[in-house]
């Protein structure tokens, strides 16, 4: 079955690549979606029934924390293809394509280019999420930087191609420091205990070294090195300021279902890697290290997030800004530990079924106004009445009003911050997701509210696959925060116990 | 045998002053070939016993880094119509003494660390970091996106380099999958080259300024 996982999307990519049939491949990325997702779910039953699946060897056997990342994308996956087939639809009966910054015409990539893209970048992540062995980790993460490389870049103008060479460059530089933490975790856990015969299964031989070593070995500063490399590295991919650099341009310029595939997927694949260090740290007794500098990063990341989104005219930029200030809260949330690290991994859920919505929102926004500034968008709720609800709704859950699952997330995180006695973290923390609520408010309200546009059609028909996906998102994460099932907060938990939960 | 070993680190260590300081980009990728066969050289000595796996990475590195790269870059270059230096941020004298100064912090740093015996040879940390940094400086030192790409590799040697003691034979084929994987990261970052130099009829990143707050 895991195998099927990994190679399904696979084969389907070649198979896009081979037939030149729009129907044939809009339809197979949609089965491969289907498909993965009801494989995702039987993973995710059988991690957490207890059973530990495993394929190739064991290169392919998930835990709860990477089952659970994996059931997310190949969620997000579903959604984001539904929204292709109809995007793809409008993009090849468009009669003329001008660049809204510098109003040049412009052409699209290969629509089979791009499908085959997105089924590889699925395969690259499911690896990313299912292998115990931190060098197939890397190499997993590294083919979704390549893989989404030509996704980001579908338009083929001056912006779009700046981004993806910032996103090239910086994650695939970052990326490199991450393969140097993995060294580094080998050179401390070189000669300690019985050397196993090399197994696939490179999380629990590191985890069995990291318990044997005495405390002040000499070992520990190579450990915190290799950690410092790996928060580095795979931080640079997940967005965490200082390094965030590449992900308001790559977010704004890409196509919006590939937006919403990297916030909300990609982004925890990073996190992973991160915490797969944490994991190690925490078991050989230098937990406190990691979570230190965990929280250090979460919360610099939500003051530059905040500092950015205040006085932000383009809507995609902001919520590019919006999903650095959530990577800091999950940071934060795993840093602090005990009842926080339950609310992150709530929060990762919440994060990604939101974040995805708006972005899918945001892209039927620009295809019917072909603008990026939250200035020249007006009257929304006139021109498309249902967009203009979830954009609202969207919003409501981003910033983490009650009823929706990023409250009751959020809230977790600072029960858990109070429980740890770091009043000042919660003081910081309260205060960033304050400035962020207004700052998002003035420009979404703005966006909906007012007269529309005299040269706009008032009642144009919005179809079906540029709602459906978004509505289907952020209905789940209204009930997230309606009410958790027995079986999700199980899972949750299980997850929270390997990172110190 | 170690001490061609060292002599190949110190020819290492050269190689990297001298790609911090070219200016032609030709010279940077010739240079580049030569490190793509030091390295291969390189993990052909320490070897504890010759065993197949090792001589398949040998020769895969030095295929691909040695003979690949610099084929795959020169093809890039021929295709662009741009000046053929490298338009330094940061000048190629001062480059060449970051790169020292790097060499000398990896030095120091080596002299710090609590190594285990026996697993490092001599020379061979300080070489790698000092090739990571070089790299580093090219990424960030540059305005040509050709020799950003170049020092991304650059980089990637360096913790090809410090991986080099670890390697045991079942992580072979792990090491070549990682080979692999850097090979098509440099092929798509050329193909990204050819539509840069289409798009802004230049390789110059210092161009790209239309995405910011």
Not at chain 1, 109 to 116: G, I, K, N, Q
Not at chain 1, 150 to 168: N, V
Request: glycine letters at 8%; one cysteine or more; aromatic letters at 10%.
């Amino acid at each position: 079955m895991l195998e099927l996982l990994l190679f399904l999307p696979l084969c389907s990519a070649v198979a896009m690549l081979l037939f030149k049939n729009a129907t044939v491949y809009r339809g197979l990325l949609l089965l491969t979606a289907l498909l993965h997702l009801v494989l995702s779910a039987c993973t995710v039953q059988a991690v957490n029934a207890g059973h530990a699946p495993a394929a190739l060897g064991g290169l392919l056997a998930p835990d709860p924390l990477g089952a659970l990342f994996l059931i997310l994308a190949s969620l997000l996956n579903v959604a984001a293809s539904f929204y292709a087939i109809g995007y793809l639809r409008d993009e090849e009966n468009k009669q003329e394509r001008i660049d809204i910054q510098h109003g040049q015409p412009f052409t699209n990539a290969p629509e089979r280019r791009f499908t085959a893209c997105l089924c590889l970048f699925l395969s690259a992540m499911t690896l990313v999420t299912t292998t115990p062995h931190l060098g197939a980790l890397w190499v997993g993460i590294e083919i979704t930087t390549l893989s989404s490389a030509p996704l980001i870049y579908f338009h083929r103008h001056q912006a779009s191609l700046e981004a993806t060479w910032k996103y090239l460059m910086i994650c695939s530089v970052g990326i490199a420091l991450a393969l140097l933490g993995n060294i580094l975790l080998s050179v401390a856990f070189y000669g300690i205990g019985t050397d196993l015969p090399e197994s696939f299964d490179q999380m629990t031989a590191f985890l069995a070294k990291a318990a044997q070593l005495p405390e002040d070995s000499p070992h520990a500063p190579w450990l915190k090195a290799a950690f410092i490399f790996l928060l580095v590295g795979y931080g640079t991919k997940m967005g965490l300021a200082p390094l965030h650099n590449w992900l308001p341009d790559a977010h704004s310029q890409a196509p919006s279902l590939i937006s919403a595939m990297l916030s909300g997927a990609l982004l925890n694949c990073a996190f992973l890697g991160i915490l797969r260090g944490h994991q190690i740290l925490l078991a050989a007794r230098l937990g406190e290290f990691s979570s230190t500098l965990l929280v250090f990063f979460g919360l610099f990341s939500m003051i530059t997030a905040a500092v950015f989104i205040v006085g932000q005219g383009h809507y995609k930029r902001l919520l590019a800004y919006s999903s650095v200030e959530h990577m800091g809260i999950l940071a934060l949330g795993v840093g602090i530990g005990g009842l926080a690290v339950f609310g992150a991994l709530l929060h990762a859920v919440c994060h990604s079924l939101t974040k995805s919505m708006l972005f899918l929102l945001a892209g039927n926004i620009l295809t019917r106004y072909h603008t990026f500034s939250s200035y020249d968008v007006r009257g929304l709720r006139w021109t498309m009445p249902l967009t203009a609800a979830l954009w609202t709704a969207g919003f409501l859950g981003i910033v983490g009003s009650p009823p929706f699952g990023l409250f009751v997330s959020e809230f977790t995180i600072l029960k858990g911050i109070f429980a740890s006695g770091s009043f000042g973290v919660a003081a910081v923390y309260l205060l960033a997701l304050a400035v962020i609520f207004v700052g998002m408010s003035i420009p979404v309200l703005r966006m909906v509210q007012g007269t529309r546009p005299r040269d706009m059609p008032q009642t144009l028909p919005e179809s079906p696959f540029s709602v459906l996906p978004p509505l289907g998102l952020g209905l789940l994460a209204l009930c997230l925060g309606l009410y958790v099932p027995d079986w999700l907060s199980a899972f949750l938990a299980r997850g929270a116990m390997l990172i110190g939960g | 045998m170690s001490a061609l070993f060292q002599f190949l680190l110190i020819l290492l260590m050269l190689n990297n002053l001298a790609l911090a300081g070219v200016s032609r980009l030709r010279s940077l990728i010739r240079q580049v070939a030569v490190q793509g066969v030091l390295l291969a050289l390189l993990l052909m000595l320490p070897a504890r016993q010759f065993s197949f796996e090792h001589l398949l990475l040998a020769a895969a590195v030095l295929l691909i880094k040695g003979i690949g790269f610099p084929i795959l870059l020169s093809r890039t270059l021929k295709k662009l119509s741009d000046d053929p230096h490298v338009e330094p941020w940061l000048s190629c004298g001062l480059s060449v003494l970051a790169c020292m100064a790097g060499l000398a912090f990896s030095l120091w740093f080596e002299g710090r660390l609590p190594i285990q015996p026996g697993l490092f040879p001599s020379l061979l940390l300080p070489a790698a970091l000092m090739t990571l940094f070089c790299g580093l400086i090219l990424v960030v030192g540059r305005r040509k996106a050709l020799s950003q790409v170049i020092g991304y590799l650059i980089a990637e040697n360096g913790i090809f380099l410090l991986g080099i003691p670890l390697m045991t034979e079942e992580a072979v084929w792990f090491e070549l999958t990682i080979l692999l994987d850097v090979f098509v990261a440099v092929f798509v970052m050329g193909i990204a080259i050819n539509h840069i130099s289409k798009t802004f009829e230049s390789i110059d990143v210092g161009r790209f300024c239309s995405l910011r707050d």
